[in-house]
Structures are given as structure tokens and as C-alpha cells.
Antibody
Framework: QVHLQEAGPGLVKPSQTLSLTCTVS??????????WSWIRQPPGKGLEWIGY???????YYSPSLRSRVGVSLDTSQNQFSLQLSSVTAADTALYYC?????????????WGQGTMVTVSS | DIQMTQSPSSLSASVGDRVSITCRAS??????LNWYQQKPGKAPKLLIY???SLQSGIPSRFSGSGSGTDFTLTISSLLPEDFGTYFC?????????FGQGTKLEIK
């Protein structure tokens, strides 16, 4: 059974770069059947799609975050990562990694448990 | 961007009730609409994909309908474990926006 687990610092200072890692267990990140995604949820608010990466390294980002975001793969560790630069308090959120399936339908069918990141000095 | 609007934003219902939540897209998304359930402190869970297809392992009391711009998630007979927040999400085009959520409370 495939499992996703986020990891990273829970506190980031304003203007710095937020970095998170998602480890995929029970399946290969090299599968061409999925896109590996990041989604966030500010406290008490709804869900915001950040971006995703395909096994070949192709990336797709939300236009609202494109200038500050990067998603990368580490196939040797079966991980993918998120970097968000120049953070402000508005980036405080619960960050989820998720798997996007697209072969027979298009959805986020598997999610990690989420990791809370607070932006504060 | 396609905006997703859910209604109501919250509702309270009794065990055994039939409950419906609606989701409206700002433009036609065909049937590229998914529904998720989120319980407090937990990750969202996919319930319905492609507007009306039940995800594996999801009880049949959950159903989805609609196409174009208007969609509905229905719980046929509410159980206590159905409390939580429900989100719709369009997968028609990027960015893959979600609705703002509907918080379902059990009376």
C-alpha cells in the first residue's frame, strides 16, 4: 500500500525559503501513472493547489505562486520536494503532499497526513 | 481561473437524514469534478471522482451527480461518522481549484 509522508521545519522566518520533503513508500515515484503534488490549507480555510511534478521532471505550478515555487524529484530516495521562497505570514498553512492520478480519471487520490508550517520571526 | 462555489457553507443534520451539498463552477467543467471528505486533523479523502463515480472503499450512501457547472454530493442516510468538511475540486484545467468547503455537523 502506497503511503506519503511530509517532513520539514515547522517554523520559517519571513523572507526565507520554506522547504518540505514528501517520502513515498510502497510504490515508485518513477511511475508514469501519477503526478506528485503539493497542496496547502491555511488555518481555518480551504485547500489551495500549489503544483506538481511528473516522473520525467516536468513541473506545473499555480499561477499565483509560480514566481516563488519549485518542486523537484529525488528518485534515489523516492522523494519529492517543495521549495517556496520569500515567505510571508500568508504562507502559514498545513502543507500536504498528494498523488494525482490521471489515467482513467483525474483526482488527488492519495494524500499525506500534512505538516504545519508557520511563518513567523 | 475557474472558481468553485459550494453551498451551504455549513449544515447540521440528524442521523438518518438525506443530505445534499452543491458545488457550482464559474464555467463549464463537463464532469471533471471530484468530492473529498476531511475530518478534523486528517488529510482529505477522495469520495467521488468524475462527478458520479464512487472511489473504491467508499460506502454507497455517498453519491454524486451533475455536469457542466452544477454538481451535487448526496449522503442518502447520514451516519455519525459522516461529520466533517466536504470539498469539491475541478480537474478540468489548471489551476485545480477547490471549493471553500461545507462543514457538516451531526445534530
Amino acid at each position: 500500500q502506497v503511503h506519503l509522508q511530509e517532513a520539514g521545519p515547522g517554523l520559517v522566518k519571513p523572507s526565507q525559503t520554506l522547504s518540505l520533503t514528501c517520502t513515498v513508500s510502497g510504490g515508485s515515484i518513477n511511475s508514469g501513472d501519477y503526478y506528485w503534488s503539493w497542496i496547502r490549507q491555511p488555518p481555518g480555510k480551504g485547500l489551495e493547489w500549489i503544483g506538481y511534478i511528473y516522473y520525467n521532471g516536468n513541473t506545473y505550478y499555480s499561477p499565483s505562486l509560480r514566481s516563488r515555487v519549485g518542486v523537484s524529484l529525488d528518485t534515489s530516495q523516492n522523494q519529492f520536494s517543495l521549495q517556496l521562497s520569500s515567505v510571508t505570514a500568508a504562507d502559514t498553512a498545513l502543507y500536504y503532499c498528494a498523488r494525482r492520478t490521471f489515467r482513467d480519471h483525474d483526482s488527488f487520490d492519495l494524500w499525506g497526513q500534512g505538516t504545519m508550517v508557520t511563518v513567523s520571526s | 481561473d475557474i472558481q468553485m462555489t459550494q453551498s451551504p457553507s455549513s449544515l447540521s443534520a440528524s442521523v438518518g437524514d438525506r443530505v445534499s451539498i452543491t458545488c457550482r463552477a464559474s464555467q463549464s467543467i463537463s464532469r471533471y469534478l471530484n468530492w473529498y471528505q476531511q475530518k478534523p486533523g486528517k488529510a482529505p479523502k477522495l469520495l467521488i471522482y468524475a462527478a458520479s463515480s464512487l472511489q473504491s472503499g467508499i460506502p454507497s450512501r455517498f453519491s454524486g451527480s451533475g455536469s457542466g457547472t452544477d454538481f451535487t454530493l448526496t449522503i442518502s442516510s447520514l451516519l455519525p461518522e459522516d461529520f466533517g468538511t466536504y470539498f469539491c475540486q475541478q480537474s478540468f484545467t489548471m489551476p485545480y481549484n477547490f471549493g471553500q468547503g461545507t462543514k457538516l455537523e451531526i445534530k
